[in-house]
C-alpha cells in the first residue's frame, strides 16, 4: 500500500488525520529526533518534514535520523526549491502552488524534481497547494511571490480546489502559512469539502485542539500543526491536538 494510501485509510478510520510539521529550522538539532517520537507516541499519523524557506544544510541527515527513530510515515513537506529531497522518506507532498501565478512553482521546480524522485523511488504525492491570506504576510507567501487567495472569497478556493481535482491531482493542501495570524477559514473548508472530492489537507496557525476540530468538522480529512507543537514540546498537547482531530474515536 502506498503512503498517502495508509494515511487515507488512517484518515477515514479515525475520523481524519493529523500530521505534525516539524521544521528542522526552529528546532534543536538535538531535539528533532525526540519531538518526532513524542508526536508519534501521542497520536500523530506521520511526520510532515521540511518548510517553506529554510536554512538548514543538513536536510537528508536529519530526515534520515528522524525516518530510522519513527515508525510512522515521514513526508517531506518541500520549500521552492529541490533542496528539500531525501531518499530516505516514505513520500514527498508534491506540491504545485495553484493559487499563485508563479510558473517556476506551478511546473518549472516539479520538472527538476520529478527525475530525482523516481531515482530515488519516493512516492510523490501529488498535491494542489492554495495558500490563503492569514492577515499578514507569511514566509510561504512572501519566498513564492505570489498572492494568496483572499480570505473572505471561498469561491475562488472552491474553482482552484475543482481544477487541482480535475487535473488528477490526490489532494488539495488548503494553507494560511506557518504561525499565520488567522487560519483558514472554516466555512472556505467547508465550501472547498462541499464542492470537489479529493482529500483537503488543513493548516496554518492552528493554536488549540479546538481549532483543529473545527477544521476537521468543516471537512478536512488531515490537519497539519507545526508552530504550536514546537513552542510547546509537551506532549499532553500533542495529544489533545491527536484527540481533537481523531475526532470519531
Ligand atoms: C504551514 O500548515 C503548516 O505550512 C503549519 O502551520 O506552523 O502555523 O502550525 P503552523
Not at 519531538?35 to 517553506?52: R, V, Y
Not at 481535482?165 to 467547508?190: F, H, K, N, R
Amino acid at each position: 500500500m502506498s503512503t498517502f494510501d495508509g494515511l487515507l485509510k488512517e484518515s477515514q478510520a479515525k475520523g481524519a488525520g493529523f500530521l505534525s510539521l516539524l521544521d528542522p529550522d526552529r528546532l534543536d538539532k538535538e531535539d528533532l529526533v525526540g519531538t518526532a517520537l513524542m508526536c508519534q507516541e501521542q497520536g500523530a499519523d506521520a511526520i510532515l518534514f521540511g518548510g517553506s524557506f529554510l536554512l538548514c544544510t543538513d536536510f537528508d541527515r536529519l530526515v534520515r535520523e528522524v525516518k530510522h527513530a519513527v515508525e510512522i510515515p515521514v513526508v517531506i513537506f518541500p520549500g521552492p526549491d529541490t533542496n528539500q529531497i531525501s531518499a530516505a522518506a516514505d513520500a514527498i507532498l508534491f506540491l504545485s502552488m495553484i493559487s499563485g501565478r508563479n510558473p517556476d512553482l506551478l511546473i518549472g521546480q516539479q520538472v527538476k524534481a520529478a527525475p530525482i524522485l523516481k531515482a530515488y523511488g519516493l512516492e510523490a504525492i501529488s498535491t494542489g497547494y492554495i495558500l490563503v491570506d492569514s492577515g499578514r504576510q507569511t514566509t510561504a507567501e512572501y519566498i513564492s511571490n505570489t498572492k494568496p487567495v483572499p480570505r473572505n472569497k471561498p469561491d475562488i478556493a472552491m474553482a482552484h480546489a475543482l481544477a487541482a481535482e480535475y487535473l488528477g491531482m490526490q489532494c488539495v493542501y488548503l494553507d494560511a502559512g506557518s504561525g499565520a495570524e488567522q487560519m483558514v477559514p472554516v466555512d472556505m473548508i467547508a465550501a472547498v469539502a462541499d464542492y470537489v472530492s479529493i482529500p483537503i489537507i488543513a493548516g496554518g496557525g492552528i493554536r488549540s485542539p479546538q481549532d483543529a476540530r473545527d477544521r476537521v468538522e468543516a471537512g478536512a480529512s488531515f490537519v497539519v500543526v507545526g508552530t504550536m507543537l514546537e513552542a510547546h514540546k509537551d506532549a499532553s498537547v500533542v495529544g489533545e491536538f491527536a484527540d481533537a482531530i481523531h475526532h470519531s474515536v
